[in-house]
């Protein structure tokens, strides 16, 4: 029995493209089992529990060295362009959310104000 068994758990589209891709180049029979869900409800994916790339279950083992392969080239490849690279990354940006969240919901409240005005001047008039 060969059933497809899942590889990796993606947690975009675009990166389980980039995985099945890769395989497939490599000669494996990978599929993206929930493609359709994926790309029709996107937003939808953290549900879903991610992006699921399968393999057949006889290709499994082969197809795991492959991905660890690949992997290990590519990070091998970022530290040989980036030798000098502190890689702890602090984000300092993270006040901006705070204040859009604490204060994006109320920049509407003029907008819906304004028209609430007009509206009902709006009906005075065509009284």
């Given amino acids: 029995m060969s059933g497809a068994v899942n590889i990796r758990q ?3 589209l675009e ?4 995985v ?16 359709e869900h994926a790309w029709m409800h996107w937003f939808k994916i953290p549900a879903f529990g991610g992006v699921f790339v399968t393999v ?17 080239i590519a990070r091998r490849m970022l530290d040989d362009e980036h030798l000098n ?3 702890h990354l602090t984000r300092r940006d993270r006040w901006r959310i705070w204040a859009l969240s604490i204060f994006g ?3 509407t409240f003029p907008f819906l104000f304004g028209n609430a005005v007009w509206q009902s001047l709006r009906k ?3 009284k």
């Fill in 124 to 126: 005075s008039m065509l």
């Fill in 85 to 87: 690279v502190d890689h």
């Fill in 56 to 72: 057949p279950h006889a290709q499994l083992n082969d197809a795991q060295d492959c991905l660890a392969d690949l992997e290990d």
């Fill in 105 to 107: 919901p109320y920049s």
């Fill in 15 to 18: 990166e389980a493209v980039v």
């Fill in 20 to 35: 099945w891709s890769a395989l497939r180049a490599h000669g494996f029979e990978s599929n993206i089992s929930n493609f």
């Fill in 10 to 12: 993606c947690a975009s």
